[in-house]
Nanobody, 122 residues
Framework: QLQASGGGLVQAGGSLRLSCVTSGFNFDDYSIGWFRQAPGKEREGVACISSFVDSIYYSDSVRGRFTISSDNAKNTMYLRMNSLKPEDTAIYYC?????????????????WGQGTLVTVSS
């Protein structure tokens, strides 16, 4: 199971840190990802860590502003979001799947958190 939290209302230029507490997943074996879905749009990959190739990926729209990380000891994954923009407004979801290579594809994941809303005001 995955439980996401940390969303909220923030002004443009501000920061938030999303957390996703997991149960039963070892991040050494499971790829993890953060995704978002804005109203009327498809769910898109934001950042992910592929356990299979031991690499981190970011979408072009967040690279340099967002940082994905994980802590096996706490069974928690994080998304640090800096320099937030109004276009970052969306529901953010965490997800995980064992030994996933293409970790930016939301259709590849088996396990999802419930989502946390991030609203960035201009």
């Amino acid at each position: 199971q995955l439980q996401a939290s940390g969303g909220g209302l923030v002004q443009a230029g501000g920061s938030l840190r999303l957390s996703c507490v997991t149960s039963g997943f070892n991040f050494d074996d499971y790829s993890i990802g953060w995704f978002r879905q804005a109203p009327g749009k498809e769910r898109e990959g934001v950042a992910c860590i592929s356990s299979f190739v031991d690499s981190i990926y970011y979408s072009d729209s967040v690279r340099g502003r967002f940082t994905i990380s994980s802590d096996n000891a706490k069974n928690t994954m994080y998304l640090r979001m800096n320099s937030l923009k109004p276009e970052d407004t969306a529901i953010y979801y965490c997800a995980t799947k064992r030994l996933l290579v293409n970790c930016m594809d939301p259709t590849s994941y088996d396990y999802w958190g419930q989502g946390t809303l991030v609203t960035v005001s201009s």
